[in-house]
C-alpha cells in the first residue's frame, strides 16, 4: 500500500467520523463498556455444578471418589441408584452431567 493511498483512506474515515458522530461511540465507547460489563458483571466461574453420581458396586474407592467430589468446591453430586434415574434427571435438567462408576471401577483404579 503506497504512502498516498494510506493517506486518502485515512482522510475518507475521517471525514466518515465527522458526518457521523455515533461511529466514536460504536469504536471506542461501546468496547470499553462490553468490557466492564463482562469484566464485573459477568461470572463464568463453574462453582456447584450439579452432578449426577451412580455406583454400580459401592467399594472403598468409588466412596473415597464420591467422598472428593463431595469435599468439591465445583461440583454438587447427586446420588442416584440407577443409570435411567440419572438419565431422566439430566433430561429434565435438574442435572448438568453424569458420572458412572461401574462395577469394574475400584480394578481399574487399581
Keep these: 500500500m503506497s504512502p498516498r493511498r494510506l493517506r486518502g ?6 471525514l466518515q467520523i465527522l458526518r457521523d458522530p455515533s461511529a466514536i461511540a ?19 466461574d463453574a462453582r456447584h ?4 453420581v451412580v455406583v454400580d458396586q459401592p467399594t472403598a474407592q468409588t466412596s473415597a471418589f464420591v467422598g472428593g467430589l463431595q469435599q468439591s468446591f465445583y461440583f454438587a453430586p447427586k446420588p442416584f ?3 435411567q434415574q440419572a438419565q ?8 448438568d452431567g453424569i458420572v458412572w462408576l461401574r462395577s469394574n471401577f475400584s480394578r481399574q483404579i487399581l
Design 9 to 14: 483512506l485515512i482522510r475518507k474515515e475521517f
Design 26 to 44: 460504536i469504536a471506542f465507547f461501546l468496547p470499553v463498556f462490553l468490557l466492564f460489563l463482562f469484566g464485573y458483571g459477568v461470572s463464568l
Design 49 to 52: 455444578i450439579p452432578l449426577a
Design 81 to 83: 441408584l440407577s443409570m
Design 88 to 95: 431422566t434427571a439430566l433430561m429434565q435438567r435438574q442435572v
